[in-house]
């Protein structure tokens, strides 16, 4: 039955009409302009140019992250559904988490891995996911092999490879990713006025967080940790928590690591001595447990932030890239200006 799905929709992909998206080397979208209408648009993403002549109706979404810039956009009535696994973030436990009103209306597609047959049983026109948030050469699910299903491929900027030979990701800084992301699918999806406001709206916040920052020049040292006991998954230059912690007012220790997400080793942590850590709050191994590790892991045992129990949680959604990475600028630095005062 799968065979007969993905042969049936080799057959009908000669280009990617079911969004109306085609490969262009158009420098921009003038051409749709200058007859009067918002469409043809060409939009550049990851390097790659496509001209949408109309706007995407059934997008199917990785991670929540993704989802809720979507839900941001107001473009709950342009999706066919979305991934994620089952733990959004402790927030939404307590029915407070932001747009929930756009994970009531979209259907939930599954809490596991994307899949190739997912899609086509969504009738997806476009997927909307990011190099290992979803995408990946291993697994074969990449833009390509979705473009020979005839289903567009928009890829988070967050994610984007910065070579064409190798695996590390990050083209530019995370906040700076964001705004691009929710500028480009203003134009594809005709809601440049929104994504406008949410612009100004998330850097005045960010403004106003740094604002609050003292200018004495001191700048607590900041870990963020993801996961691992053996090595800790961490976040790079170009992660979202990078972000975060330097315009929070912290000084990011990883930040010569000119990646998105990677593996360390623990001598690294120990030799940047961090004075705060940062948790990653997400999966079957919560905060209060990570943090117990942490404070009882011998290596970590000389380290500030453990001596002085100064560890600090943010929700996984809150550091990947997602309109929620404003607020925990400012939830961070309302924190570390607390450490500052001892």
Not at 74 to 82: I, P, Q, S
Not at 150 to 166: A, R
Not at 243 to 256: E, L, P, R, S
Not at 322 to 342: D, H, Q
Request: contains cysteine; neutral net charge.
């Amino acid at each position: 039955m799968r065979t007969a799905r993905i042969t049936l929709a080799l057959l009908a992909a000669v280009t990617l009409t079911s969004c109306g998206a085609k490969v262009s080397d158009a420098p921009d979208d003038k051409q749709g302009k200058a007859s009067g209408g918002h469409y043809p648009v060409t939009i550049e993403n990851c390097g790659v140019k496509t001209t949408y002549d109309k706007a995407p109706r059934r997008v199917v979404t990785n991670d929540v992250g993704i989802a809720e810039i979507m839900f941001a956009l107001g473009l709950e009535d342009h999706m066919a559904g979305y991934v994620a696994p089952d733990y959004r973030t402790s927030r939404d436990d307590k029915g407070a988490a932001p747009w929930k009103s756009g994970y009531d209306k979209v259907k939930w597609l599954s809490k596991k891995e994307i899949n190739k047959e997912l899609v086509l049983d969504a009738k997806a026109d476009l997927v909307f996911a990011g190099w290992s948030y979803g995408f990946g050469e291993g697994n074969g699910f990449t833009p390509d092999a979705l473009k020979k299903l005839g289903v567009g491929s928009y890829v988070l900027t967050e994610s984007c490879h910065n070579s064409s030979t190798g695996t590390s990701r990050g083209v530019m800084p995370p906040l700076e990713a964001l705004y691009t992301d929710l500028e480009t699918l203003g134009k594809i999806f005709d809601v440049e006025d929104r994504a406008r406001r949410l612009i100004a709206d998330f850097k005045k916040k960010v403004a106003d967080a740094q604002a609050s920052v003292p200018r004495d020049g001191s700048a607590p040292r900041v870990f963020l940790y993801d996961d691992g006991k053996d090595k800790p998954l961490t976040a790079g230059a170009f992660a979202g928590p990078h972000d975060i912690i330097t315009k929070a007012g912290g000084d990011h220790v990883m930040k010569d690591l000119k990646d998105s997400w990677v593996t360390v080793g623990w001598e690294s942590v120990v030799e940047r001595d961090p004075e705060v850590i940062v948790i990653n709050n997400y999966g079957n191994v919560g905060a209060e447990e990570k943090k117990k590790f942490l404070m009882s892991y011998p290596p970590l045992a000389n380290v500030s932030a453990v001596k002085n129990d100064r560890v600090f949680v943010l929700d996984y959604v809150d550091l990947v890239e997602s309109p929620r990475n404003p607020a925990a600028v400012a939830a961070l630095a309302e924190y570390l200006n607390g450490v500052r005062k001892g």
